[in-house]
């Protein structure tokens, strides 16, 4: 069974950086990872996604040019580098995986598509 946990929120001023780290325990054939967020009262959506194995990378066009997804040496852990932070980005930050690979076109972006995730940590950006 694979775990994931998150870690790296916190409070930041429009205009800083987090880095969200996400450590994976357990063994699965996993093919893609990602990041997901969900703010309250809106539904939860895809930020980034990672191919692991082609290591092809998909972002949402508001993380295009400021977040930056990537893998540790070791391969069991998740990053997620955010810069220029907008009061909008304020969320709890999911990481994802499954077995699958990233999809065509936007299927990494649905909730639905992953299987494993993990318990979120808080990102908050004050104006």
């Known amino acids: 069974q694979l775990q994931l946990v998150e870690s790296g929120g916190g409070s930041v001023q429009a205009g800083g950086s987090l880095k969200l780290s996400c450590a994976v325990s357990?063994?699965?054939?996993?093919?893609?990872m990602g990041w997901f967020r969900q703010a309250p009262g809106k539904e939860r959506e895809g930020v980034a996604a990672?191919?692991?194995?082609?290591?092809?990378?998909y972002y949402a066009d508001s993380a295009k040019g400021r977040f930056t997804i990537s893998q540790g040496n070791a391969e069991n852990t998740l990053y997620l580098q955010m810069n220029s932070l907008k009061p909008e980005d304020t969320a709890m930050y999911y990481c994802?995986?499954?077995?699958?690979?990233?999809?065509?076109?936007?299927?990494?972006?649905?909730?639905?598509?992953?299987?494993?995730w993990g318990q979120g940590t808080q990102v908050t950006v004050s104006s």
């Open positions: 994802v995986a499954d077995r699958s690979g990233c999809g065509a076109g936007d299927t990494w972006a649905r909730p639905s598509w992953f299987t494993y």
């Open positions: 990672l191919d692991i194995f082609g290591g092809g990378t």
């Open positions: 357990g063994y699965m054939h996993r093919q893609c």
